[in-house]
């Protein structure tokens, strides 16, 4: 069960809550996907409105509960404009979740796994985030027969899937990773995936 790996696996650091430390993590997670897309973007360019960008609505917690075998106690928007939206489904414990952030550029996005390492690295702020995602990324596999380029890389303890189709739309889904468990969670991930690309 997801609940188990998470629990095993995520706990918050020095005079830090599990709960706190998940919260940060998923923000840094959240600024960097919005960066890498944006950064094939440009600011000129028009962007179509995204309406029908609701990550909750396109994976709902019923089908959620179906891939993770466990009810989702609770799920939320983290963020939601006119390019992006992200959701959070959480199960019984605070640092037990799975979280979809879906995107829609104004520019065509998805070149290879590299050029993912490349721009991360690129737009690091001093603080080494860049730098971490970008190794991270590019010591990842690819996954073949998602979308036009997929792929999965682990960070911190999680196990991570990004996908990208028509050009111009990327999801990305991510949770706490059990490496005995690794594959088990990855087709969890590409099914929530395959799910999100289905529906856009």
């Known amino acids: 069960m997801i609940n188990n790996m998470t629990q ?3 706990s918050g650091g ?20 919005t960066l890498l897309v ?21 994976l709902p917690a019923t089908e959620v509960s179906r891939l993770a075998g466990e009810t989702v106690a609770e799920s939320r928007v983290d963020v ?12 019984e414990s605070a640092v037990n979740s799975l979280t979809v952030h879906v995107r829609r550029s104004a520019t065509p996005i998805g070149q290879s796994r590299q050029a993912d390492a490349d721009k991360a690295r690129a737009e690091d ?13 590019e010591s990842g596999e690819d996954i073949q027969g998602l979308g036009t380029l997929a792929y999965s890389y682990e960070i911190g303890g999680s196990l991570h899937l990004v996908a990208y189709w028509d ?5 990305w889904v991510w ?3 059990d490496p005995d468990d690794k594959e088990r ?10 799910l999100v690309i289905d529906k856009l």
């Open 125 to 137: 702020d001093g603080t080494g985030y860049g730098k971490q995602f970008g190794d991270a990324i």
């Open 38 to 58: 944006a950064c094939g973007s440009d600011s000129n360019d028009a962007v179509k409105p995204a309406s029908n960008l609701h990550a909750c609505e396109l």
């Open 14 to 33: 020095p005079g830090r809550s599990s709960a706190t430390f998940v919260a940060c993590h998923r923000g840094l997670l959240t600024m960097f996907a």
């Open 185 to 194: 969670v990855l087709q969890i991930e590409k099914a929530a995936a395959q």
């Open 175 to 177: 949770t706490k990773s």
């Open 167 to 171: 050009k111009q739309y990327s999801v």
């Open 80 to 91: 939601e404009t006119t390019t992006m939206s992200q959701c959070t489904h959480s199960f």
């Open 8 to 10: 095993q696996l995520f």
